[in-house]
């Protein structure tokens, strides 16, 4: 009897996640525009990042990329390696901003009152972000796929999607770190900014990790979208039979417990100081 509520009280948050999810949507689609330049931008971020590899290597290939990650093809390498960051980034932004953006709509009070764990309302802000992005994802890989003609193994598909939903998982404990930052300062986005900057820049999107200092490999080793995008890309271009991918989602779901046990941890302590402090409600 015990493990049938606690089943139904699961099924409550996940629709309650979903109606938020859809809220937001009904939002971002009173303004089209911003909705279809939401889509069509990664193919657009995406363009200097192959034209800077293009000049570099003096063409589509590069052997010395091909000696330090066995792809050669930078078209291929970048893309595959962009979408998946640019997926990342956009989660990471709608978890880490999901309670500010209830601060300007001044629904922030009752939300924290609400019979719903303060953890749906944030996942539902960050499903937003995980199924407006992923279209734009998906059309990135057509267009790549169209205009470019990469090649992708389609025993992978599946499995890539494995390194996505690990990687959204972590991002969540990394979001529930920012928004106890948020409800402390207020202006969490520009901690979001210097988090999404550092992914950005250790995370082997047009170039592998190892080319990076020291310092910066010890911070590619302990961000989860290191492993994630190396697992999308592997899966996609090699299939799932490759040892050293798994050996990568194995790191990756240890990650996933460390981050969400720390963000659960560090969210709860934080919401305890600030309703003692009485702020809440300031914006």
Request: net charge positive.
């Amino acid at each position: 009897m015990a493990l049938k509520t606690k089943i139904n009280n699961l099924l409550k948050e996940v629709k309650a996640a979903w109606a938020i999810c859809i809220k937001v949507w009904k939002d971002e689609l009173s303004y089209p525009l911003s909705v279809l330049y939401f889509i069509l931008a990664p193919i657009l971020w995406l363009a200097p990042f192959i034209i800077f590899g293009f000049a570099i290597a003096g063409g589509r290939y590069s052997p010395v990329l091909e000696k330090m990650t066995g792809i050669g093809d930078i078209v291929t390498y970048t893309s595959l390696g962009f979408a998946f960051l640019g997926f990342a980034s956009a989660a990471l932004w709608g978890t880490g901003l999901s309670l500010r953006r209830e601060q300007w709509i001044g629904t922030l009070e009752s939300v924290l009152v609400s019979p719903v764990s303060r953890f749906t309302i944030i996942f539902g802000q960050g499903l937003h972000s995980i199924t407006h992005t992923g279209s734009g994802l998906v059309l990135q890989l057509v267009v790549m796929i169209v205009v470019f003609g990469i090649h992708l193994n389609l025993w992978g598909i599946f499995p890539s999607l494995i390194a996505v939903a690990l990687t959204i998982l972590a991002i969540q404990g990394i979001g529930f770190m920012i928004c106890s930052i948020v409800l402390a300062v207020k202006q969490g986005w520009m901690i979001i900014d210097v988090v999404d900057t550092v992914f950005w820049v250790v995370t082997s999107t047009a170039y592998p990790i190892t080319i990076l200092p020291a310092f910066l490999q010890v911070v590619a080793r302990v961000s989860p979208i290191t492993y994630g995008v190396e697992s999308f890309r592997g899966f996609l271009l090699y299939g799932p039979w490759q040892p050293w991918i798994w050996q990568n989602i194995v790191i990756l779901a240890v990650l996933d417990i460390i981050y969400l046990t720390l963000g659960y941890l560090i969210y709860l302590k934080s919401e305890e100081r600030v309703k003692k402090k009485g702020t809440v409600h300031k914006f």
